[in-house]
T-cell receptor
Framework: QQPVQSPQAVILREGEDAVINCSSSKALYSVHWYRQKHGEAPVFLMILLKGGEQKGHEKISASFNEKKQQSSLYLTASQLSYSGTYFCGVGYGNQGGKLIFGQGTELSVKP | DAGVIQSPRHEVTEMGQEVTLRCKPISGHDYLFWYRQTMMRGLELLIYFNNNVPIDDSGMPEDRFSAKMPNASFSTLKIQPSEPRDSAVYFC??????????????FGDGTRLSIL
């Protein structure tokens, strides 16, 4: 069951903040976040496991709301290098390494 | 360390031909995944292996697609016969073992496949 990402696209000016959401109708076990630049492979950002913990590095962080079955990715003080398509990949419990990816959120950061 | 290596990077062939995509995972990784990415359908999991054994092939579109992993350092995805609707970017990814779902997946650069 594919998770739903919102918004589908967002345009920012350098220095602005953004939030990308990933929602599921099924109970989530883990959420992965990846960023893909045009013509390149997806690159891993972070993993969150059920328990509501927040993770982050530099100015990109994420949270996992187990009650809402939702994860949010926070990008603060955006930089030009943040541009790309962000995907969440969700794992539904005891399914080995299987992830189902959302449709992606295209983020454009302008100078 | 070398990342996931895929070949070829680009493939253009005619409808009906056999296509073979190749992947070398990161050494020591126990999981290997094959994905297909298109504008319409996004990033779809086709099949994944754990310790060279296929675990879930429910994403393989039809019998024309097959995948093998004869050893820990090599996997192939074959399409026979190929059709124009198979045109896509095919990614291979690998991850460490344990509870695979807790491990980051490392993607190769992909194979851009065009079927004429």
């Amino acid at each position: 069951q594919q998770p739903v990402q919102s918004p589908q696209a967002v345009i920012l000016r350098e220095g602005e903040d953004a939030v990308i959401n990933c929602s599921s109708s099924k109970a989530l076990y883990s959420v992965h976040w990846y960023r893909q630049k045009h013509g390149e492979a997806p690159v891993f950002l972070m993993i969150l496991l059920k328990g509501g913990e927040q993770k982050g590095h530099e100015k990109i962080s994420a949270s996992f709301n187990e009650k809402k079955q939702q994860s949010s990715l926070y990008l603060t003080a955006s930089q030009l290098s943040y541009s790309g398509t962000y995907f969440c990949g969700v794992g539904y419990g005891n399914q080995g390494g299987k992830l189902i990816f959302g449709q992606g959120t295209e983020l454009s950061v302008k100078p | 360390d070398a990342g996931v290596i895929q070949s070829p990077r680009h493939e253009v062939t005619e409808m009906g031909q056999e296509v073979t995509l190749r992947c070398k995972p990161i050494s020591g990784h126990d999981y290997l995944f094959w994905y297909r990415q298109t504008m319409m359908r996004g990033l779809e999991l086709l099949i994944y292996f754990n310790n060279n054994v296929p675990i879930d092939d429910s994403g393989m579109p039809e019998d024309r697609f097959s995948a093998k992993m004869p050893n820990a350092s090599f996997s192939t995805l074959k399409i026979q016969p190929s059709e124009p609707r198979d045109s896509a970017v095919y990614f291979c990814a690998s991850s460490l073992g344990g509870q695979g779902i807790n491990q980051p997946q490392h993607f190769g650069d992909g194979t851009r496949l065009s079927i004429l």
